[in-house]
Structures are given as C-alpha cells and as structure tokens.
C-alpha cells in the first residue's frame, strides 16, 4: 500500500448527483478526502464549495485538471462529455471515476483504454451496486448453489420523467431509459451470471417528441439460461430483482438505490409455500454505497490495482446496449460486439 493515507479527489462540474449524493458520502469515506470543486460558473462552484466545505473553487473545468494536488477526478458530467473530460483528466495525470454510462458507443468507449494505457492512470466506472453489502452477499449466495444453477433473472427499474430540459430526456446527449436504468440490469445480470451473454433481443418504444427509449424491454441469453428486463422512463416508480434456480429464488427488494439511512432486504425462497412460508430473510443495515465505491477506488489507486468496475467491463456493457437497439431495429436476435 502507498504511504500516502487517502485520495485527494476533484470533481467535475456541480452536477446533482455529485453534490447531493457522491460528495458528502465521499467526505465520509477513510480513504477519499474531495479536495476542490469547479464549475464553467465560478460562483456555483464557490457557492458548492462553501455548502460541502470542499477547500477550493474552480471556475473552470481545465484549472482544477492543472491542480497538483488532486489525485482523482470523479466526473459527473452529462453522458455525452464523460469520454472528452476523462480523456482530457487522464493526460493531466489524474486517475479518473467517472459516472455511466463512461461513453455513448462501443467505439467511442475504446478510446478510453488508449487513454488509460499511454496515461498510466486507473479509469473506471462508477457502477456503485457492486459495492453495495447486498450485492456481495448475492454473488456468494450464487456462488454456494443455496438456489440451484442460476437459470432465470427477471427484474424492472422505472420512473416516470416527462420534463425536456432534464438531460436524461434528451436523445442527442446520450438520454433515454436503456443508458440511464437499463444499464443496471444489464451488469445485474452480467454480475449474477459472471459472464457475457451470447445473443440479446429488445423492443423499444420512443417518446414521439423527445426521441429518447421510454420503455425498453429485453432477453439475454447466457447459454441455456436467460435474463429478462424491462426499464422506463414513463413508469410508476419501481425496481426490483429476482434471481431463479431448480432449488429456490433470491428477491432483491431495492436492488439499485439502496438508501444510505434505511436497511434493505434479501429474500431467499425455497418454493414450497405460495404465501412464503419457505422465504428466508436476510437484512443489512444502512450503509453509503457510494462511501463504500469512494473508498473502494480510492485504495484500487493507493494499491495499484485494478478497480472494481474497470473500462472493460463498461465497454462489454456498452456492447449489449448497441446490440439491444440493433435488435429493435431488425427484429431480430443480436450479438454483443
């Protein structure tokens, strides 16, 4: 482990995500301290700064990048700036969590790994489930054989968002359910399976106006087993996820947003009661997801390893995307890239 005792992080842009959710719970973090801040804005970023107590205020993306002494950048930009700024962090010698999808396209995430190698610097993903007590304690319960061979995984992540300006409405930017929510599902289901799958079919329906998939539905097939989907952008809230074998089912009730002040809960059913007589309950406390992802990169960048979600595993989830679409289009059963 390197001598230094944490990461001294920098974040782009003042996005909701980061300063509502990421940054304090990076603050929170044994090994992550977020260091400064910026904004094309000067005074949102000194007004962010002041409110998070983050030492330094930028008014632009390329000073905080000149900074010596920030470590990391965590990169929270809208979809569709994620490649250009990470790129540009990664030549300035910063290693580099950015939010997903981490590229629009398969090809355009390539580029990052050119980046990543003649850089020298750790790029990933900020796919904060995997991190997530829940999550770890499912791949074990996989892994044991407590349901039988893994067969079947169904799951569902919605919410219903109708405003233009939100930049998940907007199709040209990278908007649109299956890059927002559906991407969960797709690393649930490449996570639970711990492989890739072999073919994928979809169907999409797009808002008439703003263009972007406001209902996607999916199968995946890994091997003889299969994974089936549905996200939206126009539907009652709701996520949840169940994984199926010969031997019992495991029910995830808040697999994605896990709450950072409640407990949530691990359903384990052996089937042999229909009103749940045979479901076993496992619960864990509230934890930070994204304390916990802050500090896993964190010491992924102390230990020089490889982090958690490293840019191969975006780029194969990135593929099943494209081949989704390709699949709407065609009609026909696709292959992942």
Request: glycine letters at 8%; a negative charge.
């Amino acid at each position: 482990m390197s001598t230094q005792s944490k990461v001294r992080w920098g974040v782009l842009s003042t996005a909701a995500i980061g300063t509502k959710k990421v940054i304090p719970a990076m603050q929170r973090g044994e090994l992550s301290t977020v260091t400064a801040i910026c904004s094309r804005d000067l005074a949102k970023a000194q007004e962010a700064a002041q409110s998070l107590n983050i030492p330094k205020a930028y008014g632009s993306y390329e000073e905080l990048l000149a900074d010596p002494d920030i470590d990391a950048i965590y990169n929270p930009l809208p979809n569709h700036l994620h490649v250009p700024w990470t790129i540009k962090a990664a030549e300035a010698g910063k290693h580099v969590l950015c939010e997903k999808p981490i590229a629009l396209t398969v090809a355009e995430a390539r580029t990052l790994l050119e980046a990543r190698d003649r850089t020298g610097v750790q790029i990933g993903e900020a796919l904060v489930i995997v991190h997530h007590p829940q999550w770890v304690r499912l791949r074990e319960l996989l892994a044991e054989g407590r349901i039988g061979e893994l067969r079947s995984i169904m799951g569902l992540f919605s919410y219903f968002k109708l405003d233009p300006t939100n930049i998940r409405n907007q199709a040209d930017i990278g908007g649109g359910g299956l890059m927002d929510i559906g991407y969960y599902l797709i690393e649930a289901a490449r996570l639970a399976f711990g492989a890739e799958p072999d073919r994928v079919i979809g169907t999409v329906d797009r808002d008439p106006t703003m263009h972007i998939d406001r209902l996607t539905s999916a199968m995946m097939q890994f091997g003889s087993a299969q994974a089936v989907f549905t996200c939206s952008t126009q539907l009652v809230p709701y996520q949840g996820l169940q994984f199926f074998g010969a031997k019992g089912r495991i029910q995830l009730d808040i697999p994605f947003n896990a709450p950072p002040d409640r407990s949530v809960r691990l359903l384990i059913d052996d089937g042999s009661d229909p009103f749940g007589a045979g479901v076993t309950t496992e619960t864990f406390p509230a934890v930070d997801q994204y304390t916990l992802q802050g500090d896993a990169f964190s010491r992924a960048i102390l230990d020089n390893t490889a982090p958690a979600t490293p840019l191969e595993d975006a780029i194969a989830t990135m593929s099943v995307i494209e081949a989704i679409f390709r699949s709407a289009e065609t009609g026909q059963w696709e292959t992942p890239a």
